[in-house]
């Protein structure tokens, strides 16, 4: 319980520290900051990031015969989040 109430408290703490900082800058730095915080949440959402690797390989394919390098695949991970993430900011 004791460790509950702690773990809530910090997590509050933070998330007012985070609100009061994207008040303060701009929009454009804030959609930025947004992006990327919210970036790496949605990668760890195993059915987004399964379908966002499936389209990644399908639109690579052309280009590499079987052997897609890894990082041509994060790469296009990337390209596809972002306009995701920017849409929930909407």
Do not use: W
């Not at 773990?7 to 985070?18: A, D, I, K, R, S």
């Not at 900082?21 to 992006?35: A, D, E, H, T, Y």
């Not at 990644?56 to 990337?78: C, F, H, T, V």
């Amino acid at each position: 319980m004791r460790l509950y109430l702690i773990t809530t408290q910090g997590t509050q703490y933070e998330q007012e520290q985070l609100t009061l900082f994207l008040k303060i800058i701009s929009p454009s730095l804030n959609q930025k900051v947004s992006v990327e915080i919210f970036t790496g949440t949605v990668k760890k959402n195993l059915q987004l990031k399964t379908a966002v690797m499936a389209i990644a390989r399908e639109q690579l394919s052309g280009a590499y015969a079987d052997n897609i390098p890894s990082k041509e695949l994060a790469l296009k991970e990337e390209e596809l989040i972002k306009p995701i993430v920017q849409r929930m900011e909407a």
